[in-house]
């Protein structure tokens, strides 16, 4: 009679066996949490830049069309996160007031125009502002987008999301930035004359 003699895994080989199915896991966990961590990062950056792309546009739109002020109620205004002007509908031509306004608090930015109110973005925007040139020839416009909402449990990385709009804008509100000929033709209009 033979004796087969049964072979089996040593302890030392089911150590090493564990050790590295270990590495090989931890290896691969740590490159899908980093590609996965990038993507949700970059889709996160994308969608605060267009949200603070809409929003800027929509304000750009709005000073191309604005109207030089005629009386004191035209008056362009900006103060206390309140923006506003006339600007003309594109579609009748008629004159219509204006209104951006920023609430902190809750990080949104509203429009007003023609008696209807909307909010921009669903983004949070977590700084508008609207400066005047010294020489009041043209306004910066300032818009930081922010979606990350608890600022609290944020990571560090997630801080470097926020995106920062800004554009120089030359309305015709400042009539510092008309050529004397539009001046001219603006007080024509206003007087009523005509030279035909």
Not at 74 to 97: L, P, Q, S
Not at 108 to 128: E, H, I, N, P
Not at 153 to 182: G, H
Request: with cysteine; aromatic share 8%.
């Amino acid at each position: 009679m033979k004796i087969i003699k049964k072979k089996a895994f040593t302890l030392t080989e089911i150590m090493i066996g564990v050790l590295l199915v270990t590495v090989i896991l931890t290896v691969a966990y740590k490159l899908v949490s980093g590609v996965l961590g990038q993507m949700f990062k970059s889709s996160t950056k994308m969608t605060n830049l267009r949200a603070a792309s809409i929003i800027l546009e929509r304000i750009k739109s709005d000073m191309r069309c604005a109207v030089v002020p005629v009386g004191e109620d035209e008056k362009f205004v900006n103060e206390n996160g309140i923006v506003r002007f006339y600007a003309t509908n594109d579609n009748t031509g008629n004159k219509n007031k204006v209104t951006y306004t920023y609430n902190e608090q809750d990080g949104t930015l509203k429009r007003q125009c023609s008696g209807k109110d909307r909010t921009l973005s669903s983004a949070k925007v977590s700084s508008f502002s609207v400066v005047i040139s010294d020489n009041k020839r043209y306004l910066t416009v300032n818009i930081e987008v922010d979606n990350e909402k608890d600022n609290q449990y944020r990571s560090f990385n997630s801080t470097k999301n926020k995106i920062l709009l800004q554009a120089v804008l030359y309305p015709r509100f400042l009539t510092e930035t008309l050529t004397d000929e539009e001046k001219f033709w603006n007080k024509t209009s206003q007087s009523g004359d005509s030279t035909e």
